[in-house]
Structure formats: C-alpha cells, structure tokens
C-alpha cells in the first residue's frame, strides 16, 4: 500500500517536474543565444558578406558586363586595397597616350562601353553606395552609353569620368555632387541648371558639342582650362535663348571661390555669365570667344573680386595648356559689373566685322580699383564704351585707343586718368602715381567721343587735374570744353 501510494505520489508530480525542466531549458537557449549573438557591426558584415561584392551585386541586375564595367565595379569596391588613379577601361593606364583619346571613340570596341544606368545605380542604390570607397568613381578611357540622367541626385562621393567619350546629352539638373571632372572628355550637351558641385572642373581638352548650361548653378570653384564649348542647333538640347546661341551658360552662378575660363579655352557661341556671383577672380586670359555677329561675352550685371582679361599666357606660363592673348570676334558685354578690386584688359585683340557691333562694354560698371586698358586691338571700329561707370583709376595705352568716334565715356567717373600701365592685379592699389600725359595729350584722348557735345567727360578731367593740385589745367581743360561747345552749336544766344 505505502508503495503505490509512493508510486501515485510521483506520477501526480510528473507535470510539475516537466514543466520546470522546459522553464531551464528555455532559459538556457535564450543565454546561449546571448552569448553568442553577433554584434550589429559583425551582422552588418555578414549582410554584405551575404549580398556579395560591388561586382557581384551589379552582375545580378546587369547581365553581361563589359570589360570597363567591370573595371570600374571592382575599382569602387571599398574592399579595393590596391586601387590605382582611375579605373582603366582601354589599353593604357596613361591619360596622355593615343588611344585614350576620345576623339577616336568610334574605334573603341563595345568592351570599352559603360552604361549609363549602371553609373546611376551605383549613385542611388543605398546597398550599393555603402559599398564604394569615398573615392568614389573615377574612369579613364570609357565610352558611356545611354543617357546619364542624375536629376535631383545628392551623390555622396564625387564622379570623375577623365578622356572619356560620353556623346548622348546628360541631365544634372539639381544634382548635389562634391567633384565632378570631365577632363579631357567628349560629351554632348549637359543640362546642369541648378547643380551645386565643390569643384565643377571642365578641363584639359574638354569638349562639349552642344550647350553646355548651369544656370543657377552653385560651385566652389568652376574650371575650364582648355575647354571647348561649341553650340549646335540641331542638338537635343540648346538651353535657353537659342538665338543668341549659347555655348556656356553660367548665368545666376553662385561660385565660392574662382571662374576659369582660359589657358587655350574656346567657345564657339555665347558664353553667358550674367549676374553670376564669384568670389575670387573671373580669369579670362589665352582664351577665344567666338561669336560673329552676335555678343561672345554677356556678363552683364556680373559680380567678382577681380576680372582679368589677359594679359597674354607666356609659353610654359600655365604648364602644358596653350599660351596666347585673349581674342573676341563678337561684342563683349560688361555692362553693369560689379568689381571688388581691378578689371585689368591687357594685350586682348577684339575682332568683328566691319558694321557689326563689337568691342567692350562695361557701362555702368562699378570698379573699385583700377580699370587698365593696355596693348589692346580694336579691329573694324570695334568701340570701348564705359559710359556711367565708375573706376578707381581709369588707365588706357595710348597705343590702346579706338578709333575716333568708337569711344564712349559720358558719365565716367575716376580717381585717377592716365596711361595704362603694367601693374600687378594682386596690388590693393596703384602703387605710386601714373606716369601723366601733357594736357593736348588728354584732350585727344576726349575727342575720340561720337560726333557731338559731350560736357561731363570735360568735367570730370577738369575735377581730376583741380584735385591733384592742377588749377591752371583744369581751367584750360574746361575752355577748351566751351571751344568744343562752339565747334558743335556756335555762340549761345543769351
């Protein structure tokens, strides 16, 4: 009886006694699994170890990759402890060797070929994107097929696509991209309106046949040394006003540091700069605006520390880029400009037909330091129109003055008048006084005016020599202001 009483007792105890050992086990699973949980880093690992390379994730999504596409997925790979320059597409890793010129694009084989759409994944694709190295992508010698449309696009890393041939037109419309660099590529045309970029570099032999057009742009630093800029009116894209034939569109630009536009730049069509912001300096020299017939420079209303329009590039001056002076064939249009030190025009050729108008333009300029007119060529009449302006120094070579007729001065006014010297631009001033011309020298230089009366540039070289302690000239200057008065309309009737 005390047995099978002893023997009901643990049977009526089963339950418990399974139930606590389920209890201890379930706890002991949860701390094993504690203990030997990876951590967030190691799981993060794991994932991309799960989803592969950069390489392998693309091959899923594109088929058939070409040689340069694989070049560069495994170039932008962060897991790339051995990357070199540039992701190599063609046969030479040199920038400067012949068959990395994308001139001959239509020779390269269709393993040199990138499309488009692969370079966009790579900058919209969140998996993707933490995959690539800071670097970011950085080509050389590749022919990117399709169009490569990066609208609204923040890219984290910058895009350097460096003698590559890219013919169909891109859209960088309201892109945020810290560098982006073409140089030395062939492209289409680019519509870039409203694209803030760190460091927007068309250089080295750029060339863009179409419009190329970053209206309302904002950049730290805009380059273009040695680019080519041609517009086309049968291209996709012709940006706005096509009549005045735009072949770089800067206007509304915003650059924190620098516009470069030079060392063998060329632009056949309009450059159009105006009311562009710039912080730094507006370079100019060994460039060709070539417009006929039309306006090759509209910088109207533009804003800058300081524009240099030449003088000429020595030979070896800018490295390997060409030499040579400033030339326009086209009216140049400063009309407005606002300048925080020195406008300095020396040794630039001003060319246009003969009736057309062409020449400098900068009336209503504001120029806080000197204005230097200098070893310029004024072909065919072109005319120097300052009217309404105001300069701190307005410095012309004798050798510089247009012709009779062609110079336009009413409502200029100056600190300082007299032959244009070589002076440095870095100067915060003219350093000690000009070298003075005789009076009969000043007076030609007001007589070079359009027929008629024109009594304010007399007052104000009347003020100039009163102000430097020259009474004796400022009354000869204003009788032979009455004398000219005579010349126009006789004795006045009282």
């Known amino acids: 009886m005390e047995r099978s009483g002893l023997r009901r007792d643990r049977t009526q105890n089963r339950p418990r006694l399974i139930g606590v050992r389920a ?48 070049a560069l997925l495994e170039y932008a790979d962060i897991r790339n402890v051995a990357r070199g320059e540039y992701a190599i597409c063609g046969p030479s890793a040199n920038p400067d060797d012949a068959s990395n010129d994308p001139q001959d694009a239509a020779k390269w084989d269709e393993q040199r070929s990138i499309r488009a759409s692969l370079i966009r994944w790579m900058c919209v694709y969140p998996d993707a994107i933490r995959q690539i190295d800071p670097q970011g992508i950085q080509v050389l010698g590749a022919k990117v097929v399709e169009k490569l449309d990066l609208t609204g696009v923040s890219v984290p890393y910058g895009i350097t696509l460096r003698r590559c041939a890219i013919p169909t037109m891109m859209k960088l419309e309201w892109t945020v991209i810290p560098l982006l660099d073409l140089g030395g590529s062939y492209t289409g045309p680019i519509d870039a309106f409203g694209i803030s970029v760190g460091i927007m570099s068309l250089n080295y032999g750029f060339h863009a046949n179409g419009t190329v057009d970053a209206d309302g742009s904002r950049v730290g630093d805009f380059d273009a040394l040695n680019g080519h800029f041609k517009y086309l009116p049968d291209a996709e894209f012709t940006g706005q006003h096509p009549e005045k034939k735009p072949a770089l569109n800067i206007i509304n630009m915003q650059a924190k540091d620098g516009v470069w536009l030079m060392g063998g730049f060329e632009a056949n069509g309009q450059v159009w700069l105006g009311g562009a912001k710039i912080g730094g300096t507006l370079g100019l020299r060994a460039g060709h605006f070539i417009n006929p017939g039309n306006v090759a420079i509209d910088a109207g209303g533009v804003e800058a520390t300081a524009i240099i329009i030449g003088p000429p590039e020595p030979p070896g001056g800018l490295g390997s880029l060409p030499a040579g002076p400033f030339e326009a064939d086209g009216l140049v249009d400063f009309s407005g400009a606002r300048v925080g030190g020195g406008l300095v025009v020396d040794g630039a050729k001003f060319n246009g037909r003969k009736g057309d108008r062409h020449g400098f333009i900068a009336e209503g300029a504001n120029v806080k330091g000197p204005f230097t007119w200098r070893d310029v060529s004024l072909a065919e009449g072109g005319i120097l129109d300052l009217g309404g302006a105001a ?64 009594p304010q540039p007399y007052r104000e070289l009347a003020r100039a020599f009163r102000e430097s302690g020259d009474e004796i000239g400022a009354m000869r200057i204003l009788i032979a202001s009455e004398d000219e008065r005579y010349r126009q309309y006789g004795w006045a009737d009282f």
Request: net charge negative.
């Open 23 to 70: 209890i201890a086990l379930i706890v002991a699973l949860v701390a094993a699994t504690l203990i030997f949980a990876p951590s967030e880093g190691e799981a993060a690992s794991r994932g991309e170890a799960d989803r592969g390379s950069l390489l392998e994730m693309a091959s899923r999504l594109f088929p058939d990759l070409t040689r340069a596409e694989r």
């Open 391 to 454: 300069v701190g120094a307005f410095l012309i070579d004798k050798g510089s003055w247009p012709a009779p007729g062609k110079l336009l001065i009413d409502g200029l006014t100056y600190s300082t008048i007299g032959p244009g010297l070589p002076i440095l631009l870095s100067d915060p001033a003219i350093r000690g006084a000009p070298t003075f011309w005789d009076l009969h020298t000043y007076l030609s230089l007001l007589r070079l005016q359009p027929p008629g009366y024109h």
